[in-house]
């Protein structure tokens, strides 16, 4: 926040919640077309300086790959595992408000806002019992999580986090299988979570309901 | 001296490029209509381009930028006929609202405002005046210090800070008919 002077309790909340908007999602891929077309991306160095960028280039190659080299070594697929303590975080940052978040009536409107984000992730799956509320992208260890905020029965909030499959593990533990579906089951405080895999997207849902109600929630997903 | 076009070309991918967004979003808040905004943010890149040689590397890209759009967005509504009821350069007409209409937001107006969309609070911004919905963009939105944006208005740093808190109280004052309309306040 802005601190170039003391305000009141008041303004610092009004400043804060400006402050958010900073991070609101935009797609600037029509942008970014009408001015490439405009403007050229500039062409290769001239070659006075092919030696320099040549040899910077190949320092820079031979550090990835050694770098890339060591990570596939220590990791497992390049895949980050997914903790039921972030997961929860993730669920009270939007029940809570304090992640900037887009207000939104459906699933449809949700994947509409995120569309550039999504594009690796695919589409979130619609969920016809639940109503949509917010969405946003997260992020666990570089991996992008779309995070959608549904208002189940009850008006109990629920998360639906959705990632690409590559990208990230299911946390070990106790396991149900339903409807031909492996749910992983993980809690948090009073939070229950269930994890699948379903169509190439890791999917968690994340709510104050017994696990047998997200793994129905689940259940209903269409992908 | 003029820049040759491969050097424009480097200068204005390397330095200027990365705060499109920053511009596009911005533009988006200030105009109330889309494809104005849209065009906006077009035409401050194409202007940041033009004048990229007079941009000097090591500055502030993005407060540059953000003067540029400001000028552009002048220009618009100045040659605009329709749009001067919609202009007010003297942000002094409006009233600031009575202390108690802008405290309304009882007892936790923080969990009131973080319960307002992203849209809700960039529609309540564009019900303010033109000066003070620009003010908060770049004073609140775009963490700009009250130096850095009293130069991009062309303004006293004082005039920064009244319109701020007048600001602040002004939008507060316009979310209030939705917050009572969602029964989130009496």
């Given at each position: 926040?802005?601190?170039?002077?003391?305000?009141?309790?008041?303004?610092?909340?009004?400043?804060?919640?400006?402050?958010?908007?900073?991070?609101?999602?935009?797609?600037?891929?029509?942008?970014?077309?009408?001015?490439?077309?405009?403007?050229?991306?500039?062409?290769?160095?001239?070659?006075?300086?092919?030696?320099?960028?040549?040899?910077?280039?190949?320092?820079?190659?031979?550090?990835?790959?050694?770098?890339?080299?060591?990570?596939?070594?220590?990791?497992?697929?390049?895949?980050?595992?997914?903790?039921?303590?972030?997961?929860?975080?993730?669920?009270?940052?939007?029940?809570?408000?304090?992640?900037?978040?887009?207000?939104?009536?459906?699933?449809?409107?949700?994947?509409?806002a995120l569309a550039t984000e999504l594009r690796k992730i695919g589409e979130i799956p619609d969920?016809?019992?639940?109503?949509?509320?917010?969405?946003?992208?997260?992020?666990?260890?570089?991996?992008?999580?779309?995070?959608?905020?549904?208002?189940?029965?009850?008006?109990?909030?629920?998360?639906?986090?959705?990632?690409?499959?590559?990208?990230?593990?299911?946390?070990?533990?106790?396991?149900?299988?339903?409807?031909?579906?492996?749910?992983?089951?993980?809690?948090?405080?009073?939070?229950?979570?269930?994890?699948?895999?379903?169509?190439?997207?890791?999917?968690?849902?994340?709510?104050?309901?017994?696990?047998?109600?997200?793994?129905?929630?689940?259940?209903?997903?269409?992908? | 001296?003029?820049?040759?076009?491969?050097?424009?070309?480097?200068?204005?991918?390397?330095?200027?490029?990365?705060?499109?967004?920053?511009?596009?979003?911005?533009?988006?808040?200030?105009?109330?209509?889309?494809?104005?905004?849209?065009?906006?943010?077009?035409?401050?890149?194409?202007?940041?381009?033009?004048?990229?040689?007079?941009?000097?590397?090591?500055?502030?890209?993005?407060?540059?930028?953000?003067?540029?759009?400001?000028?552009?967005?002048?220009?618009?509504?100045?040659?605009?006929?329709?749009?001067?009821?919609?202009?007010?350069?003297?942000?002094?007409?409006?009233?600031?609202?009575?202390?108690?209409?802008?405290?309304?937001?009882?007892?936790?107006?923080?969990?009131?405002?973080?319960?307002?969309?992203?849209?809700?609070?960039?529609?309540?911004?564009?019900?303010?005046?033109?000066?003070?919905?620009?003010?908060?963009?770049?004073?609140?939105?775009?963490?700009?210090?009250?130096?850095?944006?009293?130069?991009?208005?062309?303004?006293?740093?004082?005039?920064?800070?009244?319109?701020?808190?007048?600001?602040?109280?002004?939008?507060?004052?316009?979310?209030?008919?939705?917050?009572?309309?969602?029964?989130?306040?009496?």
């Amino acid at each position: 926040m802005n601190s170039d002077n003391p305000q009141s309790p008041l303004d610092e909340a009004t400043a804060r919640r400006l402050a958010r908007l900073r991070a609101m999602p935009i797609d600037t891929s029509r942008l970014e077309r009408m001015i490439e077309s405009q403007i050229a991306r500039p062409a290769s160095s001239p070659a006075r300086h092919w030696r320099l960028r040549t040899w910077r280039a190949v320092a820079a190659s031979l550090f990835v790959f050694i770098l890339a080299g060591v990570v596939m070594w220590s990791l497992s697929g390049g895949s980050v595992q997914a903790s039921p303590d972030v997961m929860a975080r993730f669920h009270d940052d939007l029940v809570s408000g304090k992640v900037a978040a887009i207000q939104v009536n459906n699933i449809a409107d949700a994947n509409t806002a995120l569309a550039t984000e999504l594009r690796k992730i695919g589409e979130i799956p619609d969920v016809p019992t639940e109503h949509a509320m917010l969405c946003c992208m997260r992020t666990i260890d570089n991996k992008r999580v779309a995070c959608v905020l549904l208002r189940s029965e009850g008006n109990v909030p629920v998360t639906m986090a959705v990632a690409q499959a590559s990208d990230l593990r299911m946390a070990h533990g106790e396991k149900q299988v339903v409807g031909g579906v492996t749910y992983h089951i993980q809690r948090s405080g009073n939070l229950n979570m269930v994890m699948c895999e379903r169509s190439g997207r890791w999917i968690c849902l994340i709510g104050a309901l017994s696990t047998d109600k997200l793994i129905s929630i689940a259940g209903a997903m269409e992908l | 001296m003029a820049l040759s076009p491969t050097i424009a070309n480097e200068r204005f991918y390397k330095l200027i490029w990365p705060y499109r967004a920053d511009v596009l979003r911005v533009a988006r808040m200030l105009c109330r209509d889309q494809t104005e905004a849209d065009d906006l943010a077009q035409e401050t890149l194409l202007k940041a381009f033009a004048a990229i040689e007079r941009f000097e590397p090591g500055t502030d890209a993005r407060a540059w930028l953000l003067r540029i759009l400001r000028n552009a967005r002048i220009d618009r509504i100045r040659s605009a006929a329709r749009e001067s009821s919609n202009v007010s350069l003297d942000a002094g007409d409006f009233e600031l609202p009575s202390p108690e209409a802008a405290d309304e937001l009882g007892d936790d107006p923080e969990q009131i405002l973080n319960a307002f969309s992203d849209a809700q609070i960039i529609q309540a911004l564009q019900e303010l005046p033109e000066e003070i919905r620009m003010t908060l963009l770049l004073v609140d939105v775009q963490q700009l210090d009250h130096k850095e944006a009293a130069g991009i208005l062309d303004v006293p740093v004082g005039t920064i800070k009244s319109r701020t808190h007048r600001g602040r109280a002004m939008l507060r004052q316009a979310l209030l008919p939705r917050a009572r309309e969602l029964r989130w306040v009496r």
